[in-house]
């Protein structure tokens, strides 16, 4: 098995999410019943490993719909941005609900599926996992995401007012120098949540290429549904 928990008691191997030995039933670790959500995020900033163990341990996985529903919010800003730098100017054409409610299903399903696929590439690899807990690393990996979206996203509105979401003229053209620089801020926003990511896999696998390339691979994927999911939320 890859990265055991051994039992103290009888020397079993068990995975790491596991409360009582599979052979003996002696406790492993403490029972963990909630993510302390923020008290988990400041580990995750701090010791990402000791934020998602504390995560993987959990037995109930709160606060995930929260984390989808604001990154959503995030991603749907995100997604104008990206078409906007690039020099597109075609947009989907919905209201803001309607693409919001559009993003949040993208997001989920995306998410789904690749929990999903994740948890069958570890069982190849001889790692027991949950889907539950997959999913949870993939969730709270997003969460830098909040604090962009209610401090670089301010910044923002604070710089360029209405222009912000113009397309004539648009922000590069108003103020270069600076939209440039807020661009480079949110890349680093993405890098951050793939550091995180790769963190979370690695923790649940101790597996270090597959970790980082899984988690680039699910971020390439999800820039690429933006892209091309682009919504005018003017």
Same mark, same amino acid.
């Given at each position: 098995m890859q990265n055991p928990v051994i039992c103290k008691s009888c020397n079993t191997e068990n995975a790491l999410f596991r409360l009582n030995c599979t052979k003996c039933n002696n406790y492993l670790r403490a029972k963990v019943w909630n993510i302390n959500l923020w008290h988990d995020i400041r580990l995750l900033i701090e010791t990402p490993t000791k934020g998602f163990t504390n995560i993987i341990w959990s037995e109930h996985k709160n606060f995930i719909v929260f984390i989808l529903f604001i990154t959503s919010i $995030? /991603? %749907?800003? !995100?997604? /104008? /941005? #990206? $078409? %906007? @730098?690039?020099?597109?100017? @075609? /947009? #989907? !054409?919905h209201n803001f609900f309607i693409s919001f409610l559009i993003i949040l299903a993208e997001t989920s399903v995306l998410i789904l599926l690749f929990t999903f696929i994740i948890r069958i590439i570890n069982r190849s690899f001889n790692v027991e996992t949950r889907f539950k807990d997959i999913l949870a690393i993939i969730s709270y990996s997003l969460f830098p995401n909040i604090f962009a979206l209610f401090s670089l996203f301010l910044v923002e509105i604070i710089l360029f007012g209405g222009y912000l979401f113009s397309l004539n003229p648009a922000p590069v053209v108003i103020k270069p120098l600076l939209a440039y620089t807020l661009i480079a801020f949110e890349s680093l926003v993405i890098f951050w949540c793939i550091f995180l990511l790769a963190f979370g896999f690695y923790t649940l696998t101790k597996l270090k290429l597959y970790s980082i390339v899984s988690s680039i691979l699910f971020f390439f994927i999800l820039i690429l549904v933006l892209y091309f999911t682009s919504y005018n939320i003017l």
């Amino acid at each position: 098995m890859q990265n055991p928990v051994i039992c103290k008691s009888c020397n079993t191997e068990n995975a790491l999410f596991r409360l009582n030995c599979t052979k003996c039933n002696n406790y492993l670790r403490a029972k963990v019943w909630n993510i302390n959500l923020w008290h988990d995020i400041r580990l995750l900033i701090e010791t990402p490993t000791k934020g998602f163990t504390n995560i993987i341990w959990s037995e109930h996985k709160n606060f995930i719909v929260f984390i989808l529903f604001i990154t959503s919010i $995030k /991603f %749907m800003i !995100d997604s /104008f /941005f #990206l $078409k %906007m @730098t690039t020099g597109e100017n @075609t /947009f #989907l !054409d919905h209201n803001f609900f309607i693409s919001f409610l559009i993003i949040l299903a993208e997001t989920s399903v995306l998410i789904l599926l690749f929990t999903f696929i994740i948890r069958i590439i570890n069982r190849s690899f001889n790692v027991e996992t949950r889907f539950k807990d997959i999913l949870a690393i993939i969730s709270y990996s997003l969460f830098p995401n909040i604090f962009a979206l209610f401090s670089l996203f301010l910044v923002e509105i604070i710089l360029f007012g209405g222009y912000l979401f113009s397309l004539n003229p648009a922000p590069v053209v108003i103020k270069p120098l600076l939209a440039y620089t807020l661009i480079a801020f949110e890349s680093l926003v993405i890098f951050w949540c793939i550091f995180l990511l790769a963190f979370g896999f690695y923790t649940l696998t101790k597996l270090k290429l597959y970790s980082i390339v899984s988690s680039i691979l699910f971020f390439f994927i999800l820039i690429l549904v933006l892209y091309f999911t682009s919504y005018n939320i003017l």
